[in-house]
């Protein structure tokens, strides 16, 4: 997995349909996704469930791209190994998620994953300041996590552009998760991210039999991005 800034779609699997999450992948990857996104929540650090390592292993094989697991979860240093053995290639936690983050950035990348930090809304770029040279990728939550659907915080855009900053020349991709939309889109590429996660916006009026929608929406937000 090189590192380059080239704008990345990851569709959520969140959105996808459930009973079906081989050919969903297949198809959202045949129609131009980038990475394929898998949100892990625990009913503990937010208010929903959703899956575990086995089914990340179960849809492993269905992934040409890249498996971008985002653990909202806490603690999350006992499950590091299991999504890495599942076929992860990054892992992402959060820095609210437990005290010793750097631990954590480091037992992911032990595990042969690149590593990612998640900052929720209501977090400072700052906090993670001192992370900056063991991580791969920091996610800014630009909604409150937990569910899909949910509208765009705007005031991450100011995040996002300190990050930036912060990072300089380093090859840590920023990624926006949350409300990502041909409207928003242009806004967080322009401050600084690379990588748009989007659930509804890319899942949204399509299905395995349908898929050429999933092309457009993802047609829609690169070209909106300008890229």
Same mark, same amino acid.
């Given at each position: 997995?090189?590192?380059?800034?080239?704008?990345?779609?990851?569709?959520?699997?969140?959105?996808?349909?459930?009973?079906?999450?081989?050919?969903?992948?297949?198809?959202?990857?045949?129609?131009?996704?980038?990475?394929?996104?898998?949100?892990?929540?625990?009913?503990?650090?937010?208010?929903?469930?959703?899956?575990?390592?086995?089914?990340?292993?179960?849809?492993?094989?269905?992934?040409?791209?890249?498996?971008?697991?985002?653990?909202?979860?806490?603690?999350?240093?006992?499950?590091?190994?299991?999504?890495?053995? %599942? &076929? $992860? +290639? @990054?892992?992402?936690?959060?820095?609210?998620?437990?005290?010793?983050?750097?631990?954590?950035?480091? !037992?992911?990348?032990?595990?042969?994953?690149?590593?990612?930090?998640?900052?929720?809304?209501?977090?400072?770029?700052?906090?993670?300041?001192?992370?900056?040279?063991?991580?791969?990728?920091?996610?800014?939550?630009?909604?409150?996590?937990?569910?899909?659907?949910?509208?765009?915080?705007?005031?991450?855009?100011?995040?996002?552009?300190?990050?930036?900053?912060?990072?300089?020349?380093?090859?840590?991709?920023?990624?926006?998760?949350?409300?990502?939309?041909?409207?928003?889109?242009?806004?967080?590429?322009? %401050? &600084? $991210? +690379? @990588?748009?996660?989007?659930?509804?916006?890319?899942?949204?009026?399509?299905?395995?039999?349908?898929? !050429?929608?999933?092309?457009?929406?993802?047609?829609?937000?690169?070209?909106?991005?300008?890229?």
């Amino acid at each position: 997995m090189d590192f380059d800034r080239a704008v990345k779609i990851a569709p959520s699997i969140l959105s996808a349909d459930f009973a079906d999450f081989g050919k969903e992948i297949e198809a959202v990857e045949a129609q131009g996704c980038d990475w394929v996104h898998v949100d892990i929540m625990d009913g503990h650090f937010v208010p929903n469930l959703t899956f575990g390592p086995a089914l990340c292993a179960a849809i492993r094989k269905h992934i040409k791209t890249v498996m971008d697991v985002h653990l909202m979860i806490s603690p999350a240093d006992a499950y590091i190994q299991a999504y890495a053995n %599942a &076929g $992860a +290639d @990054v892992i992402t936690t959060h820095i609210e998620a437990g005290p010793h983050s750097h631990r954590t950035m480091q !037992a992911i990348r032990s595990a042969g994953c690149k590593a990612g930090i998640a900052l929720n809304p209501a977090t400072p770029a700052a906090s993670i300041e001192y992370l900056l040279d063991m991580v791969d990728l920091v996610c800014v939550m630009t909604v409150n996590p937990g569910f899909g659907g949910q509208k765009f915080i705007h005031s991450q855009i100011e995040k996002v552009r300190n990050l930036r900053a912060m990072i300089g020349d380093r090859p840590i991709h920023i990624e926006i998760d949350g409300g990502v939309t041909p409207e928003t889109a242009p806004l967080v590429v322009a %401050a &600084g $991210a +690379d @990588v748009l996660v989007a659930g509804s916006g890319v899942f949204k009026g399509g299905s395995v039999e349908n898929s !050429a929608v999933y092309g457009n929406n993802i047609s829609a937000i690169r070209a909106a991005a300008g890229v």
